[in-house]
């Protein structure tokens, strides 16, 4: 399953730099994966300073 994101998000972009496939965007109140496009790597949950990222 896609990483997804998680409320405790502060957007601070650091994931959406690091994602490989650029599955990372911003959102209304927290950045948002795009599950077509993740490929399960985990680069963004080893860069986010609050661990938002989830593997669903
Ligand atoms: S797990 Fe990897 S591919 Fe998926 S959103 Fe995070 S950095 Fe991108
Ligand atoms: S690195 Fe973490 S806090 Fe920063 S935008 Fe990504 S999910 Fe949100």
Same mark, same amino acid.
């Given at each position: 399953?896609?990483?997804?994101?998680?409320? !405790?998000?502060?957007?601070?972009?650091?994931?959406?730099?690091?994602?490989?496939?650029?599955?990372?965007?911003?959102?209304?109140?927290?950045?948002?994966?795009?599950?077509?496009?993740?490929?399960?790597?985990? !680069?963004?949950?080893?860069?986010?300073?609050?661990? !938002?990222?989830?593997? !669903?």
């Amino acid at each position: 399953m896609a990483y997804e994101i998680n409320d !405790a998000c502060i957007s601070c972009g650091a994931c959406a730099a690091e994602c490989p496939v650029s599955a990372i965007s911003e959102g209304d109140s927290k950045y948002v994966i795009d599950p077509d496009t993740c490929i399960e790597c985990g !680069a963004c949950a080893g860069v986010c300073p609050v661990g !938002a990222p989830e593997q !669903a």
